[in-house]
């Protein structure tokens, strides 16, 4: 009686375990494409990893977007809702630098408890991520009143994306930089996961050398992006030519291994570096065995806001970047509270350009395409 018992109990306890180890299986391992050998680079290359999903369920999500979006027009705002959020889309623009996200505040690390802090004062302060593919094309997309910034983090450290392993099962570390942004996004679904992750290769990115691939799926699955930072993290100042075109090239073969496909679009410069004048087009396109790269935006160390896309002093090849310190993030807060009026505040539509009257002459034109610009001025001002 006893024994068939037992094998009772051994019998359903296997049952068991059979069916939770199959339910705990790890983020996806599927090996994944290779990148063909002759890589062309041209630039009509625009297939995404998400060309390799079940195209019937993509449609229909596609579909489904689309009826949303037509659903909700988006705002053409009324002389009164102009007053009242006062849009002003010719301000400027913060594009934080961060490295690594860890335990010590430090000139290279911004500790976890401080970083989620970052998160939520620009929460509340009205600040929405944009990715800086958005600032590259124009297409900032956010709600009217609000502001956009740009999250960037060099050197694909440990502490901006790690993996925990609890219970046989591999969970986003809640102190890491995507773990505190993922937490984020949950709780304030309108602060979405945006930002770009500006890799580099000596070592493997984010380290975890068997959880690369999960992490690059992962980064842009969410929506966020990865940029050029060299392959060895060199200084382009004092690089020869040469050495800059192997460099950007190796970098953008390496994120097509894990990302068949992918174009990376910008470049953040390892430390600051600009090369001398006739070696600069170096940084915007050239080759190496047969992977070119071309980097449509340039991106600096120090230490200003950037002027919006559609300002007439926008250059996309000296994107300037504020350091996500506690000193410089005080001291651009503080400049944004004492002059509203020179940050950039969303009219809420993409295809409207919403500006004071009397900053008509600083805009640039050639940027604002078929976008519909609107002036207004506050009633009881000349
Ligand atoms: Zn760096």
Redesign the pocket.
């Given at each position: 009686m006893n024994k068939k018992i037992l094998l009772v109990f051994i019998l359903s306890l296997a049952i068991i375990l059979s069916l939770w180890a199959g339910c705990t299986s790890s983020p996806s391992t599927s090996p994944t494409p290779k990148p063909s050998p002759e890589d062309t680079g041209s630039d009509i290359e625009k297939e995404s990893p998400e060309a390799l999903k079940d195209p019937e369920a993509e449609d229909e999500k596609q579909n489904e977007k689309e009826e949303e979006r037509e659903d909700k027009d988006p705002p053409y705002l009324t002389q009164e809702e102009l007053e009242k959020i006062q849009p002003n889309e010719l301000g400027e623009i913060m594009i934080l630098m961060y490295?690594e996200i860890g335990d010590r505040e430090d000139t290279w690390e911004r500790h976890y408890d401080n970083f989620k802090k970052d998160l939520e004062r620009l929460y509340e302060k009205g600040y929405r991520p944009i990715n800086l593919n958005d600032l590259i094309d124009n297409n900032i997309d956010i709600e009217a009143g609000h502001t956009p910034v740009v999250l960037t983090f060099?050197?694909s450290t440990a502490g901006q994306f790690r993996y925990l392993e609890e219970k046989e099962e591999l969970i986003i570390d809640p102190h890491c930089a995507v773990g505190i942004m993922k937490d984020f996004n949950e709780k304030n679904p309108d602060f979405e996961m945006k930002g770009t992750f500006?890799t580099?290769y000596s070592a493997p990115p984010f380290r975890q050398g068997n959880l690369v691939q999960e992490k690059m799926d992962f980064i842009i699955d969410k929506g966020m992006e990865i940029g050029n930072?060299t392959y060895n993290?060199v200084n382009l100042a004092s690089a020869d030519t040469k050495t800059m075109e192997k460099e950007l090239a190796r970098h953008v073969k390496k994120t097509r291994e894990y990302l068949p496909g992918y174009q990376v679009r910008s470049l953040?410069l390892?430390?600051g570096g600009i090369p001398s004048a006739p070696e600069e087009p170096y940084l915007y396109s050239g080759e190496y065995q047969g992977t070119s790269y071309k980097n449509e935006a340039i991106l600096l160390v120090g230490s200003n806001p950037a002027p919006s896309p559609h300002h007439k002093n926008f250059n996309l090849n000296r994107l300037p970047r504020i350091r996500g310190s506690q000193e410089q993030l005080d001291q651009w807060f503080d400049y944004f509270e004492r002059y509203p009026e020179r940050r950039y505040v969303s009219d809420g539509n993409p295809d409207t350009v919403t500006i004071p009257e009397n900053l008509k002459e600083n805009l640039k034109k050639e940027n604002i395409k078929e976008k519909e610009i609107r002036t207004y001025s506050l009633t009881g001002s000349d």
């Open positions: 490295h060099d050197d500006y580099i930072h993290h953040a390892p430390y």
